[in-house]
């Protein structure tokens, strides 16, 4: 029943009592108090670079710290995503065998690690209760050693196959997130300690070569920082200008602290997507990162699509979903509603590289549908049939949704998915 895959308000702490248990209160505390570690140095403006990237960890310390220990806030979105996520775990226990159960806490032991993200299990859990809520029967194929696959689904008259795929903010981009939170710390504590002799202005760094291949870039750009001439960096790294923007003294003179951030953002992201801006005095002083070569991000998603139709067995119909991680509601539509325009252009040109017989020798037939999906923006209320035959109100986050069908699946006829 999809009462099932409903969760009272008043019955987060049993969930939470159960994933804890679950995890070992000890190992959660460790994954835990390593991102802490990790987040604590920083300052919060470099921190929010990392944008939702350690929800689950930073909701873990307010559950049992905050001023409603073990409470359900459900006002916040990142509480009830946690709470979502928590309750999705401790339902996919339930119904794994004693053989899976240990190989399931392994994966969520790893991805709480600082090194990995959370949210690309948090992704898979999520479509689980989703095809869970449908009433179907569900089983954990790769967990249970049944494919390579995520999810088979299956009711009275549909069985078909789903795999889950995600793609981050880092996905294709040769500048990761990990090194511009490391670059803004330096350069935010470099242009802070050391007196000001320039107006407001970019820092733009242009790399000369895969970052990786760099070393010491943090020391680099603070030598860098302190030359009147703005050299190379002494290996050749990356070259560093400066380019005055004496509009922003004067905007934030005279323009709130909003309208500031506004008009900010607007002229950095023409710069780089991957920025960061400081306010010392009355001047705002910006860092943009520039990569060697441009970011292969399509590439990247045609190659994750390949990837999961090629994981699903090609015995029965199949949905690869692809979760934006890190791309706003609001960007993710804009995205969609010019998709839709027609031209088979944006995510359906992407679609038809990855499942078109022209772009590939394998066969793709079997793919069914490609999902494209993206973070809620807000909290969704709406009535349910609980456990007790009950209509009550539930919350949750439901996402925006792009489906792209593949019209040339072997497998006809329409599937609710």
Same mark, same amino acid.
């Given at each position: 029943? !999809?009462?099932?895959?409903?969760? /009272?308000? !008043?019955?987060?702490?049993?969930?939470?009592?159960?994933? %804890?248990?679950?995890?070992?209160?000890?190992?959660?505390?460790?994954?835990?108090?390593?991102?802490?570690?990790?987040?604590?140095?920083?300052?919060?403006?470099?921190?929010?670079?990392?944008?939702?990237?350690?929800?689950?960890?930073?909701?873990?310390?307010?559950?049992?710290?905050?001023?409603?220990?073990?409470?359900?806030?459900?006002?916040?979105?990142?509480?009830?995503?946690?709470?979502?996520?928590?309750?999705?775990?401790?339902?996919?226990?339930?119904?794994?065998? /004693?053989?899976?159960?240990?190989?399931?806490?392994?994966?969520? %032991?790893?991805?709480?690690?600082?090194?990995?993200?959370?949210?690309?299990?948090?992704? #898979?859990?999520?479509?689980?209760?989703?095809?869970?809520?449908?009433?179907?029967?569900?089983?954990? *194929?790769?967990?249970?050693?049944?494919?390579?696959?995520?999810?088979?689904?299956?009711?009275?008259?549909?069985?078909?196959?789903?795999?889950?795929?995600?793609?981050?903010?880092?996905?294709?981009?040769?500048?990761?997130?990990?090194?511009?939170?490391?670059?803004?710390?330096?350069?935010?504590?470099?242009?802070?300690?050391?007196?000001?002799?320039?107006?407001?202005?970019?820092?733009?760094?242009?790399?000369?070569? @895969?970052?990786? #291949?760099?070393?010491?870039?943090?020391?680099?750009?603070?030598? *860098?920082?302190?030359?009147?001439?703005?050299?190379? !960096?002494?290996?050749? +790294?990356?070259?560093?200008?400066?380019?005055?923007?004496?509009?922003?003294?004067?905007?934030?003179?005279? *323009?709130?602290?909003?309208?500031?951030?506004?008009?900010?953002?607007?002229?950095?992201? +023409? @710069?780089?997507?991957?920025?960061? $801006?400081?306010?010392?005095?009355?001047?705002?002083?910006?860092? $943009?990162?520039?990569?060697?070569?441009?970011?292969?991000?399509?590439?990247?998603?045609?190659?994750?699509?390949?990837?999961?139709?090629?994981?699903?067995?090609?015995?029965?119909? !199949?949905?690869?979903?692809?979760?934006?991680?890190?791309?706003?509601?609001?960007?993710?539509?804009?995205?969609?509603?010019?998709?839709? #325009?027609?031209?088979?252009?944006?995510?359906? *040109?992407?679609?038809?590289?990855?499942?078109?017989?022209?772009?590939?020798?394998?066969?793709?037939?079997?793919?069914?549908?490609?999902?494209?999906?993206?973070? $809620?923006?807000?909290?969704?209320?709406? /009535?349910?049939?609980?456990?007790?035959?009950?209509?009550?109100? $539930?919350?949750?986050?439901?996402?925006?949704?792009?489906? %792209? /069908?593949?019209?040339?699946?072997?497998?006809?006829?329409?599937?609710?998915?």
């Amino acid at each position: 029943m !999809s009462g099932d895959f409903t969760m /009272p308000d !008043s019955g987060f702490p049993a969930e939470f009592a159960a994933f %804890v248990d679950f995890i070992d209160g000890l190992e959660l505390h460790e994954a835990v108090s390593r991102v802490a570690s990790k987040l604590n140095p920083l300052s919060s403006p470099v921190r929010a670079l990392y944008r939702d990237r350690y929800f689950f960890h930073e909701h873990c310390i307010s559950i049992t710290e905050g001023p409603t220990p073990f409470q359900l806030d459900v006002s916040n979105i990142n509480a009830v995503r946690a709470a979502s996520f928590i309750a999705g775990i401790n339902r996919v226990r339930r119904r794994l065998s /004693p053989v899976a159960i240990p190989r399931f806490r392994n994966v969520i %032991v790893g991805c709480l690690r600082p090194d990995r993200d959370i949210r690309q299990l948090e992704h #898979e859990i999520r479509s689980f209760v989703h095809f869970g809520q449908k009433g179907m029967q569900i089983t954990l *194929a790769d967990l249970e050693g049944h494919g390579r696959f995520d999810l088979d689904c299956r009711t009275k008259d549909t069985a078909f196959e789903v795999e889950c795929k995600t793609v981050t903010q880092d996905t294709g981009a040769a500048i990761k997130t990990d090194l511009l939170v490391n670059l803004s710390e330096e350069f935010r504590r470099t242009v802070h300690r050391t007196p000001v002799t320039f107006g407001s202005g970019i820092f733009i760094l242009t790399f000369c070569r @895969a970052p990786d #291949e760099c070393r010491d870039l943090a020391l680099t750009l603070r030598t *860098a920082l302190g030359s009147s001439s703005l050299p190379e !960096s002494p290996d050749g +790294d990356f070259d560093l200008v400066f380019i005055p923007k004496p509009e922003w003294t004067k905007l934030v003179t005279s *323009a709130t602290p909003n309208e500031v951030r506004a008009a900010l953002r607007d002229e950095l992201i +023409d @710069a780089s997507d991957h920025h960061f $801006a400081t306010k010392i005095g009355d001047k705002i002083i910006a860092l $943009a990162l520039r990569p060697h070569k441009p970011n292969s991000l399509s590439e990247k998603v045609i190659s994750v699509l390949k990837e999961g139709a090629d994981q699903c067995s090609g015995n029965h119909p !199949s949905l690869v979903w692809l979760h934006l991680i890190g791309h706003a509601e609001a960007e993710f539509l804009k995205l969609a509603h010019f998709s839709m #325009e027609g031209g088979g252009a944006g995510l359906n *040109a992407i679609v038809a590289k990855a499942l078109h017989p022209r772009a590939s020798s394998t066969d793709r037939s079997h793919v069914h549908t490609i999902r494209f999906s993206a973070e $809620a923006a807000e909290i969704i209320q709406k /009535p349910v049939l609980d456990e007790e035959l009950l209509i009550r109100k $539930a919350r949750s986050l439901s996402g925006p949704c792009y489906d %792209v /069908p593949n019209p040339l699946c072997r497998f006809k006829g329409e599937i609710d998915f």
